[in-house]
């Protein structure tokens, strides 16, 4: 490691170090972990002040501590609060067309995707989703026609006997 990067030379010395003395407070390994992660992101964020420290492993440790503290506070006020809305409503719809439907989703181009979603799956109309997305209404419009014709071709299995049968699956399912 250099000297013109001490922040690499700081995670190749303590990283490990850290994410034990955090599992120790958090009981959570993975908590542990997003905490430090955090740490070294805020050291990122500010590399001069970081060098300047006069032991950067205390301030990642007070950092990553605080980091899960404040985790932690916020888990249990949203615990509390799920507690008194009561159990989550039904899961979405599990049956094969429908996770056909998301597989295909996912396929798709991140803006084709979040149009269909919002416009056929959240039912909103194309103004509200151009307003959601930050893109125009004619934008919106191409999304959903090329979004429809690509879902159109990953939906249509040609070998099943019935191909047309997944093809026809209603996006509002």
């Known amino acids: 490691m250099s000297d013109d990067d001490p922040i690499s030379e700081v995670y190749a010395g303590c990283y490990r170090r850290l994410v034990v003395q955090l599992y120790a407070v958090t009981g959570d390994l993975n908590e542990a972990q997003e905490a430090v992660q955090e740490a070294f992101t805020r050291a990122l964020a500010a590399p001069r002040r970081f060098a300047g420290l006069d032991n950067p492993e205390a301030w990642l440790r007070r950092v990553a501590v605080n980091?899960?503290?404040?985790?932690?506070?916020?888990r249990r006020i949203l615990d509390g609060?799920?507690?008194?809305?009561g159990p989550p409503p039904a899961v979405a719809d599990r049956s094969?067309?429908?996770?056909?439907?998301?597989?295909?989703?996912?396929?798709?181009?991140?803006?084709?995707?979040?149009?269909?979603?919002?416009?056929y799956l959240v039912d909103l109309p194309v103004d509200e989703v151009?307003?959601?997305?930050?893109?125009?209404?004619?934008?919106?419009?191409?999304?959903?026609?090329?979004?429809r014709q690509a879902l159109a071709a990953l939906l249509t299995d040609s070998d099943a006997p019935d191909s047309t049968a997944i093809g026809r699956i209603d996006v509002r399912s």
């Not at 980091?67 to 916020?74: D, F, G, L």
């Not at 307003?131 to 090329?146: E, F, H, I, N, Y």
């Open 67 to 74: 980091v899960a503290r404040s985790r932690h506070r916020r």
């Open 81 to 85: 609060l799920l507690r008194r809305i």
């Open 96 to 119: 094969p067309e429908h996770l056909a439907l998301l597989a295909a989703l996912r396929e798709l181009p991140v803006g084709q995707r979040h149009a269909l979603a919002l416009h």
């Open 130 to 147: 151009a307003a959601t997305l930050g893109v125009s209404s004619g934008t919106v419009k191409s999304r959903l026609s090329r979004g």
